[in-house]
């Protein structure tokens, strides 16, 4: 069965730092890998995805995430953070076939 | 284009009561999505549907929930009756198709005292 964990519940940042949010999963086959972020009271919002191809991904708002087969990773990344970022950051794994599967989710804080 | 929509956004009611939640996916969007969200946790399926086909109800309660999805659009999510155990952000998502990123509505956030 696919599973994800993220291994850290909690993380602060100085606003302007970098920022690395880890994701492991176990999947079977070749995977369909997201990164959702949620803000108080609200639904999940997608930042990126990775279906095939290059394993570094661009999404929104400046974030990355590098697909890593050997460490079944997919890291998000961002090189400075902005106070605007302070939400909660889900990694998510599914298929083509099968719902997506996400973890416990990290909570991203940010400090001046 | 408008988003998912889901009412209400929060809904208090005693055990035992029953509840139901509704949802309106984005336009042309054949695949919709019932997530229920513990606090603290991230999303966890309760139903996937495939125009009005739900293919994926493994994780649903059968004795007290039940969803339909009505000419392959709308949705509504039915708890009968609810527990104390149910309090959680009830989320609804579509998607183009199977495979395709899920888009979320902003939750129902029950409570059952």
């Known amino acids: 069965a696919q599973s994800v964990t993220q291994p850290d519940i909690h993380i602060t940042v100085s606003e302007g730092a970098s920022l690395e949010l880890r994701c492991n999963y176990s999947y079977g086959a070749t995977p369909y890998l997201f990164w959702y972020v949620q803000s108080p009271g609200q639904g999940l919002q997608l930042l990126l995805k990775?279906?095939?191809?290059?394993?570094l991904v661009q999404g929104i708002k400046g974030f990355e995430a590098e697909f890593k087969r050997s460490q079944s990773s997919f890291n998000l990344r961002k090189p400075s953070v902005h106070w605007s970022d302070a939400a909660e950051y889900f990694c998510a794994v599914g298929s083509w076939d099968t719902p997506l599967v996400f973890g416990k989710g990290t909570r991203l804080s940010v400090i001046a | 284009e408008a988003g998912v929509v889901q009412s209400p956004r929060y809904k208090i009611i005693e055990k035992k009561q029953p509840v139901a939640f509704w949802c309106n996916p984005i336009?042309?969007?054949?695949?919709l999505y019932w997530y229920r969200q513990n606090l603290g946790q991230g999303p966890e399926l309760l139903i996937r549907y495939e125009n009005e086909e739900a293919v994926d109800d493994s994780q649903l309660p059968k004795d007290r929930f039940s969803a339909e999805r009505l000419k392959g659009v709308d949705s509504t999510l039915k708890i009968q009756p609810a527990e104390l155990g149910d309090s959680a952000v009830y989320l609804c998502?579509?998607?183009?198709?199977?495979?395709?990123?899920?888009?979320f509505g902003n939750g129902t956030r029950l409570t059952v005292t």
């Open positions: 336009s042309g969007h054949n695949t």
């Open positions: 998502a579509s998607s183009l198709d199977r495979g395709s990123p899920l888009h």
């Open positions: 990775y279906f095939s191809g290059d394993t």
